[in-house]
């Protein structure tokens, strides 16, 4: 009865010493009475290490200590990963224009990097604190360097890359192909236009100018009108006027003059009329002549009928007879070689204008040489070389002039002044102007 009663005690001891501590373990074991003497001894001792035995297997370990994980970065932690991150924007952003020895370099370098942060990584996973954020900093570098390895040495061996699931980026699937294609289709597409532009372009620009042409040829024609014109008005001047001016009148006055004697002038009382139709025809003499040498420049292929002359001679005969010859200084000008008629008339135009732009109470024009000049100066309003520039402009009309004035005259006198070699340009000075013809 007892064997039984100890047997029942050790089947409930094992069932609960998932549940109970140490202490109560031992207090069962040393419930067993070890001096029985029975012929069972054996089995009893044998049932007693039994339950030792299973008793001691099931003792709970000690729990090991967790790793503490530490967010915060050092200034350390910090410069590490600047440091990972600085290499990798280092690196090309492509690997297929570079050299086989720079792509050798460049994998040398991501080598010496891999193993650096494996030893960091390694060494960080080891330490009883560790940081996480810096250990997976470490690895998410690490997966990248792998990655760019890959492709180096896959562009080392065949050219060809993978993508980050080790497959060749080559290899392009159907619809990769099927929009390859597109492109294609779209690129040449577009191709068809843009040369269809350029022609439509090509073609209205070609319209535009054959209607330019037709334009140039009308008003070619027109010139070549009025030109024939002009050439005929030309002819009519030189012979018709000429008879009347420098043959008829002059043989008329000369005749009259004969008819009358001083006694008949005196009475009939036309001393003066006389003298005014002189002059008159005299003037009306000059200005044919200078209308004769004009429509001589009609021509083409024209050449100047010049002769050399003195110039301060030739400037005052032309000057004397008009009113204002009493506000010309003309200094000694030397020797020229002009056409008479075209040049006197080009320096008058000058004379009259440092006259007429003038405020001064006493109006002034000096006529001197300088150098390779000869100066015209006045002591007008001033003209300064960029207003001449602006006023050569034709029919162009300056603010502050009055009246008819529309720059023709100084367009006239530099062609005239052109049509000698000569050129004409312009300095305001303080107290006036002066005009400056550069000889040859």
Not at 3 to 18: D, E, Q
Not at 86 to 103: A, G, V
Not at 149 to 174: C, F, M, P, V, Y
């Amino acid at each position: 009865m007892k064997k039984m009663l100890l047997l029942l005690s050790a089947i409930l001891v094992t069932s609960s010493s998932y549940s109970q501590e140490v202490s109560y373990k031992d207090t069962i074991v040393d419930a067993i009475d070890t001096s029985w003497t029975n012929n069972d001894l054996d089995t009893l001792q044998v049932s007693a290490m039994s339950i030792q035995e299973i008793i001691t297997t099931w003792v709970s370990p000690e729990p090991e200590p967790e790793p503490v994980d530490v967010t915060k970065l050092s200034a350390g932690d910090l410069a590490s990963i600047t440091e990972d991150v600085k290499f990798m924007d280092d690196l090309p952003n492509s690997y297929s224009d570079l050299p086989k020895e720079d792509l050798k370099n460049i994998l040398a370098q991501i080598d010496n990097k891999l193993a650096k942060l494996t030893a960091e990584r390694d060494s960080l996973l080891a330490q009883a604190v560790r940081n996480e954020e810096l250990i997976k900093s470490k690895e998410n570098t690490i997966g990248s360097l792998g990655k760019e390895k890959n492709i180096i040495g896959l562009t080392l061996e065949t050219g060809d890359l993978t993508d980050e699931n080790g497959n060749l980026i080559n290899q392009k699937t159907d619809l990769e192909k099927q929009r390859e294609t597109l492109k294609k289709y779209l690129y040449g597409a577009l191709g068809v236009l843009v040369l269809f532009g350029l022609i439509l372009a090509v073609v209205l620009q070609r319209k535009r100018i054959n209607v330019q042409d037709v334009e140039i040829e009308q008003q070619i024609s027109d010139i070549a009108k009025k030109n024939s014109y002009l050439e005929h008005a030309a002819r009519i001047i030189r012979h018709d006027m000429h008879s009347g001016i420098n043959t008829y009148m002059p043989r008329g006055i000369s005749s009259l003059e004969k008819r009358l004697t001083a006694e008949d002038i005196q009475r009939l009382k036309i001393e003066g009329a006389l003298k005014m139709v002189k002059e008159g025809l005299s003037h009306t003499q000059r200005v044919y002549k200078s209308v004769y040498e004009f429509t001589n420049l009609v021509k083409q292929n024209v050449v100047l009928n010049k002769s050399v002359v003195n110039a301060k001679d030739l400037i005052w005969k032309y000057v004397s007879p008009n009113s204002y010859s009493s506000q010309v200084e003309i200094a000694n000008l030397g020797d020229l070689e002009v056409n008479e008629t075209l040049f006197c008339n080009a320096v008058e135009n000058l004379i009259k204008n440092g006259l007429s732009y003038n405020d001064s109470e006493s109006k002034k024009v000096k006529i001197y040489n300088e150098e390779e000049y000869l100066i015209v100066e006045d002591n007008g309003r001033g003209f300064s070389q960029k207003q001449f520039e602006k006023h050569l402009t034709k029919y162009s009309k300056k603010a502050d002039v009055t009246g008819d004035e529309k720059g023709l005259g100084l367009n006239i006198c530099v062609a005239i002044l052109e049509e000698h070699g000569f050129k004409l340009s312009c300095e305001k000075i303080e107290s006036g102007t002066r005009m400056k013809i550069k000889k040859k």
